[in-house]
């Protein structure tokens, strides 16, 4: 087919005009591409009624949203009762501190099972690591190592603790509003 070389306005109609592309995945006769659902939502669609069995499995669900950081210094303001609707801030901080417990808990749970594998000279070698004697880094033995690491966070777990008790905040009563 031979086309014809028209100027429009100082420009070659080649250039003007678009090839018109067939569609990518067909046509239904009938109907307007528009009215076809998205190759991506065909695609979802199919996952969930392939996934459907397992997505319909009951789960846990959270008992609580993210919890800042104890110091957030976000009580009793606007933001804070956005976030946390209904809470008062004794009872966040019972949680929080319910929360640091059973971090610390697993922490000596897993010192427990790392030191039935260890010697004494490695075990007194990880600690002295763990309180500033000597770097951590240095020590060649992994279970050793991960004693030592796992010791310091347990330190600081409860370090923190006692920092969390000290404020006396629990030892008040919660106010009532």
């Not at 976030?83 to 897993?110: H, V």
């Not at 603790?161 to 106010?175: A, V």
């Amino acid at each position: 087919m031979k086309t014809q070389q028209v100027v429009y306005q100082q420009v070659p109609l080649r250039a003007t005009v678009q090839p018109v592309r067939a569609e990518r995945y067909g046509t239904v006769e009938g109907l307007d591409s528009y009215e076809l659902a998205d190759p991506a939502e065909l695609e979802r669609m199919a996952y969930l009624r392939f996934f459907e069995p397992v997505l319909t499995l009951p789960h846990p669900e959270k008992d609580r949203p993210f919890m800042p950081d104890i110091a957030g210094g976000a009580f009793d303001s606007w933001d804070f009762e956005r976030m946390f609707p209904g809470m008062r801030e004794y009872a966040y901080r019972i949680r929080t501190l319910n929360w640091l417990k059973s971090k610390l808990s697993d922490r000596l749970n897993l010192l427990a099972i790392l030191k039935e594998k260890l010697t004494r000279p490695q075990r007194a070698r990880g600690i002295s690591a763990a309180r500033g004697a000597a770097d951590i880094s240095e020590i060649a033995d992994p279970d050793t190592r991960m004693f030592a690491s796992e010791y310091r966070r347990s330190l600081q777990l409860r370090n923190r603790i006692q920092r969390f008790r000290s404020t006396g905040i629990l030892n008040q009563t919660p106010r009532c509003r």
